[in-house]
């Protein structure tokens, strides 16, 4: 209930206003049973805007984080998450890896929408960095399309760091739904598992007209910590495999 109240009396008024998103594609979301809407993902608000402009809610498997603060903040943070169907997930691997695939697997037999950033993290400078291949079992495992979201300008209003937007436009374009039941059974191949991945990362590229560098973003963003060049490092890391 309070999902719809944010959406469309509390936030979402505010978000259409001074924001005008637009949108492309919307026939694309399925009417009906279970899809990962895989997104770039540029900034904090591109989970709000995503959810404002489809039709059907959608559970996004947020960083656990978001629940573990402390004092009033964090109390106001980790109830709000809750209270609009968001699913804490642990994103240290290994183990926690496998219980989230398990939770999106679950909301997904449930027959929901489900939001996946395969990046793993917002971009640290509005490029696009290789999918994580999450992704692709969670498609497999749940027998669910993967339909590609390209958040256009959100970097340009509230990139990483940033508080307060900026106001300027915003679009999303949501792509063909893609079908990987092909590749049934196939779960536990790793490299099945990376093709599925970059493909849809590919349609990404496609969709929102991003440079693409095949890095990780977490060691996007340690490289450009340290003050170096993720692109050229990048680079060299091809020349020298």
Do not use: C
Not at 63 to 81: E, P
Request: aromatic share 10%.
């Amino acid at each position: 209930m309070l999902y719809w109240v944010l959406k469309h009396i509390i936030i979402g008024p505010w978000l259409r206003v001074l924001f005008r998103p637009w949108i492309e594609g919307r026939t694309n979301v399925p009417s009906a049973g279970p899809a990962i809407m895989a997104s770039n993902h540029l900034s904090f608000s591109d989970s709000f805007f995503l959810a404002l402009v489809l039709p059907r809610p959608i559970t996004y498997l947020a960083k656990s984080d978001y629940f573990t603060g402390r004092g009033l903040k964090g109390w106001a943070t980790r109830v709000f998450f809750i209270t609009i169907g968001q699913v804490p997930v642990d994103r240290s691997g290994g183990r926690a890896s496998e219980a989230a695939i398990n939770t999106a697997t679950r909301i997904l037999n449930r027959g929901e929408l489900l939001g996946i950033y395969p990046e793993g993290t917002r971009s640290p400078n509005g490029t696009m960095y290789r999918g994580k291949t999450g992704l692709a079992r969670m498609a497999l495992e749940a027998h669910a399309p993967i339909v590609p979201v390209a958040m256009i300008n959100t970097y340009e209003i509230q990139p990483p760091g940033t508080l307060r937007p900026r106001l300027k436009r915003v679009g999303i374009r949501v792509g063909t739904p893609l079908d990987f039941s092909r590749y049934e059974g196939l779960e536990d191949d790793r490299f099945m598992l990376r093709s599925v991945t970059d493909e849809v990362m590919y349609e990404l590229m496609r969709l929102t007209g991003q440079e693409y560098v095949d890095m990780y973003a977490t060691r996007a963003k340690e490289l450009i910590a340290r003050g170096e060049s993720a692109d050229a490092a990048s680079m060299l890391s091809n020349r020298t495999e």
